[in-house]
């Protein structure tokens, strides 16, 4: 094979199940040429390594169509999602006549002579049902027929057609059925059925479609055009054409185009995205800068340095989908079992057909017939297919009235295995909002008149840290007065002349560089020191807030036995001070996006559950890549898009309401999914007759109905328990 790869995204229709994912996964893989295939299912999406040499992409479209799927193309993101469009639509069509089928079937019951024309009309309504609600599953199950395998769409259309077939040949040959006393009909069973799979399907493309959001939400970080400087003067360039070398000029509040170095100017640049730092960082001649980032203030001359695919963004870009596409797969169990479930009940059934045949009473026809039917409709999937979606329905409306967004039903299935939560600093623990912590006042010296020489300063200047020394001073109703001769020295601090005397106020090298002898501070956080006439006179230490209910959330974590980390891009006294207020023992500081990401493998390959909880761009590549993800709503939209839950209000305690919702969720699928199958197993033997040879008892199809609609009704009520259980 030749050592030129080529990876391509290939987008797949169909795919329902992890049965598909590794369907599609184990053809793919067989083909010559291919080296390797990911499948995500939740982009509906293939990643496949290629030797163009061998094979091209127009022979793995052809095979995915071969194997029963559809080929979307290739080279995007991600597919075009069409599905919840037709959800909604086929429900619009659907639930209103199987609504009108349930009453005549189960409600109403109309007088044996207006039955065989309500039968009838029964039968053309489901057919409606069956057409417009089922005839994709239909068209799955036929396909899964093709290629010998099962799942849930299987077993979808074997209960909802044995359903239809003998409730179709009910009403053709209604004057036979009733005289054998079984002229009852099941339309209900399956247009009911496949009203509900809609509703679920709904929900499932409505949270897979806004998780594809992410990637695009990153690409649109970096402005689509760019200021160049040319000999003739400026030009604005689509940012996508920029060039290794080129010079671009950027103003207060736009955003860098590509990675490069200043040339010219100064100023301070955001780069929380990238780093978690809070604090702006001052850029002169020399510095590098990074796509995405925001230029605060100032304004700045730079030369292009990395391009396209080759910046730092775009590494964030691929991280993020690398995570994506790595995430565990969660093999739903009702499908692990459908796939030996299926083919037993129809053997089962044909056992139990060919047994009534050889052994059976007169009529034998009949009689093996009504039996080979009950096993059919005992058996049909509607428990099995409810068992999970309606916990999951159920479960994520009860998170969304406690601020508690869940993308997916895979996400309650795992957050309750969680061993070790990973926190970031900025704007998870804490609120993101500077204030000052700490005063130090030299002797001589009051509070009052040192904050009232900073705070005068501090007042014309536009940095986070000169804010914070102005809020602290007007809490002590300390106002600023006038400046004259006032210099920003940007990224360093502020001097000016105050009641006729010289003041500096700004970072220790500032007043080192101007001749003061200062002391260095070990308060945690950011440091304002400030000079009055070449004597230094205090310093304050300015410190992110942590937020008011994280010290609760970290003791409850705690009580569970979850281990709480912090990983922070801040500085380490930044992130020491937040672990000691919160009593979280295990943190590290000036980690990078990528050091996240390492640091969470490293977890997990030590065989943690480890969940993330984050807000910035930053943590998107570890949100993404984490077995559950927390995204701050008051974060960005990457993160919450990344991440598998989002918390709204950012109130840090509906991250513990999370994973005890996901632990109550968790049960409620295994009671729902038990009980389906024992129903199963207990009822199939009736239905089959292994009762009648030595008590006369065996069950006819209209009871094998009931018994079917109650193990649905008991699936739902004991998910609806989830409504009402305490967070």
């Not at 030299?442 to 501090?458: D, H, I, P, Q, R």
Request: net charge neutral.
């Amino acid at each position: 094979m030749s050592s030129k790869l080529i990876e391509k995204n290939v987008n797949i229709g169909g795919m329902t199940c992890a049965a598909c994912v590794r369907r599609v996964e184990k053809k793919l893989g067989k083909m010559e040429g291919i080296a390797s295939v990911s499948v995500n299912l939740a982009t509906n999406s293939a990643a496949v390594e290629y030797d163009p040499a061998v094979t091209d992409i127009d022979a793995i479209g052809e095979e995915i169509e071969r194997i029963g799927y559809v080929y979307k193309g290739s080279d995007k993101d991600f597919m075009e999602d069409e599905t919840e469009a037709y959800y909604a639509k086929s429900l619009k069509l659907t639930a209103p006549v199987a609504f009108i089928v349930f009453l005549f079937t189960m409600v109403i019951m109309p007088p044996h002579e207006y039955m065989v024309i309500t039968n009838w009309v029964m039968m053309f309504l489901t057919l409606h049902v069956m057409y417009f609600g089922g005839r994709s599953f239909y068209k799955i199950a036929w396909k899964n027929l093709k290629n010998r395998t099962s799942d849930m769409n299987t077993l979808l259309a074997l209960g909802t057609l044995s359903a239809f077939g003998y409730s179709a040949a009910v009403t053709v040959f209604h004057d036979f059925f009733y005289k054998l006393g079984a002229a009852h009909v099941y339309y209900d069973a399956s247009a009911v059925i496949i009203t509900f799979i809609l509703l679920g399907k709904l929900l499932e493309t409505r949270a897979k479609k806004k998780a594809a959001g992410a990637i695009e939400a990153l690409l649109n970080l970096a402005p689509k055009t760019a200021t160049i400087i040319e000999n003739n003067g400026e030009r604005e360039v689509a940012a996508s054409s920029l060039k290794i070398g080129d010079v671009i000029r950027v103003k207060p509040g736009g955003s860098i185009a590509v990675d490069g170095v200043v040339e010219h100017g100064q100023g301070s640049v955001d780069e929380s995205m990238l780093t978690g730092e809070s604090v702006p960082v001052s850029k002169r001649v020399g510095d590098n800068l990074y796509a995405g980032t925001i230029l605060t203030s100032g304004t700045l001359l730079y030369h292009a340095a990395s391009v396209g695919s080759d910046t730092v963004l775009a590494g964030i870009i691929k991280a993020v989908k690398g995570a994506t596409a790595s995430k565990p797969k969660v093999q739903r169990m009702a499908d692990q079992l459908s796939a030996v479930f299926v083919p037993v009940v129809i053997l089962i059934a044909g056992a139990t057909l060919g047994t009534w045949m050889i052994f059976g009473p007169e009529p034998v026809l009949t009689n093996s017939l009504v039996a080979f039917v009950s096993v059919l409709i005992v058996a049909c999937p509607c428990a099995m297919g409810l068992a999970t979606p309606t916990a999951v329905m159920v479960a994520t409306g009860r998170g969304a009235s406690e601020g508690i967004l869940v993308k997916n039903g895979e996400t309650l299935e795992k957050a309750c295995r969680v061993n070790r939560v990973i926190f970031d600093k900025t704007g998870t623990l804490t609120t993101g909002k500077l204030r000052v912590e700490d005063v130090h006042v030299a002797v001589g010296y009051t509070e009052e008149k040192l904050l009232e020489y900073a705070s005068s300063l501090e007042a014309l200047s536009e940095h986070p840290l000169a804010k914070a020394v102005v809020t602290y001073a007007k809490s002590k109703n300390i106002h600023p007065q006038l400046v004259a001769d006032f210099h920003n020295i940007d990224g360093e601090g502020v001097r000016g002349n105050v009641d006729g005397r010289e003041v500096l106020v700004g970072k220790l090298d500032f007043l080192s560089s101007n001749g003061v002898e200062a002391v260095p501070s070990d308060f945690a956080g950011s440091h304002v020191y400030v000079a009055v006439d070449g004597v230094y006179v205090g310093v304050f230490g300015v410190a992110d807030t942590v937020k008011e209910d994280a010290a609760a959330t970290v003791a409850q974590l705690k009580k569970m036995h979850i281990t709480p980390v912090i990983i922070s891009g801040d500085n380490e006294k930044s992130v020491k001070s937040v672990a000691e207020k919160l009593g979280i023992y295990e943190y590290f500081s000036g980690v990078s996006p990528k050091g996240k990401l390492d640091k969470l493998h490293q977890y997990r390959d030590n065989g943690d559950i480890v969940a993330m909880v984050g807000d910035g761009i930053n943590d998107a590549a570890a949100l993404a890549a984490s077995d559950v993800g927390f995204a701050m709503s008051g974060g960005t939209e990457v993160a919450m898009q990344s991440g598998d839950i989002t918390i709204i209000a950012d109130k840090t305690d509906r991250i513990v309401k999370a994973i005890k919702l996901s632990g109550y969720t968790l049960n409620v699928i295994r009671q729902n999914l038990f009980w389906a199958f024992i129903y199963n197993i207990v009822l199939i033997p009736l239905a089959a007759g292994v009762f009648y040879p030595a008590f006369g008892i065996r069950m006819m199809p209209m009871y094998a109905g009931v018994a079917m609609a109650f193990s649905s009704v008991s699936v739902v009520s004991n998910s609806l328990r989830l409504k009402i259980k305490k967070l």
